[in-house]
Structure formats: C-alpha cells, structure tokens
C-alpha cells in the first residue's frame, strides 16, 4: 500500500507565492510518475503538473510560467512551488503518484488566494 501526505497549504494574497510538498510512502516502483491536480468547488479535477521519476516535467496550460514542479527520489517527495498566484488558484491541491497500473492519491491540501 502507498500513502501520500501533502503540505504546504495556506492563505495567500494574490500575487504571492506557496510552497506545496507531497511525501510518498510504501511500496513503490522506482520508476513512476508523481504530480500534482487540483480540485475548486463545483469544478472538474484538472493537472497542474506531473514529473516522472527521469525529471521529464509536464503543466497544465494556466499554470505554465507560474508554478515549478521538483522532486527528490530518495525522499519519495515531490514539490510545487506556486508564484503569482491568482485567486483562480484557489482550489485543493492533491498528489497523485502513478506507475504502470497503480495510482494513489492522497487526501488533497487547501490554497486559497484572495484578491
């Protein structure tokens, strides 16, 4: 069983920046897919951005400048570091970590930006 545990959350003006951070745990393969999506109120989920276990990053097209996805294999940790952001960020940030047929997701961390 995998568990993921994000933190990082918070309220922020706009235009100010987050630091998200998502610690993955269990049996992992080592080669695997970790990301992050995002969920607000009455909307669909929707990528804000992956990174495999190779570096090779991917972002959702509102968050493409803004927010940098990292992370540290030894850890099992994945990162997103969220600048400028707008009160349309506002949402529940949730990690997922993928690899050939699993995928976990973890419980999700609030941001809320104000105007």
């Known amino acids: 069983q995998v568990q993921l545990v994000e933190s990082g959350g918070g309220l922020v003006q706009a235009g100010g920046s987050l630091r998200l951070s998502c610690a993955a745990s269990?049996?992992?393969?080592?080669?695997?897919?970790m990301g992050w999506h995002r969920q607000a109120p009455g909307k669909q989920r929707e990528l804000v951005a992956t990174?495999?276990?190779?570096?090779?990053?991917d972002y959702g097209d509102s968050v493409k400048g803004r927010f940098t996805i990292s992370r540290d294999n030894v850890k099992n940790t994945v990162y997103l570091q969220m600048n400028s952001l707008k009160p349309e960020d506002t949402a529940a940030y949730i990690c997922?970590?993928?690899?050939?047929?699993?995928?976990?997701w973890g419980k999700g961390t609030l941001v809320t930006v104000s105007s």
């Open positions: 997922n970590i993928n690899w050939v047929t699993k995928d976990y």
């Open positions: 269990g049996s992992i393969f080592s080669r695997n897919v």
């Open positions: 990174i495999t276990s190779g570096g090779v990053t």
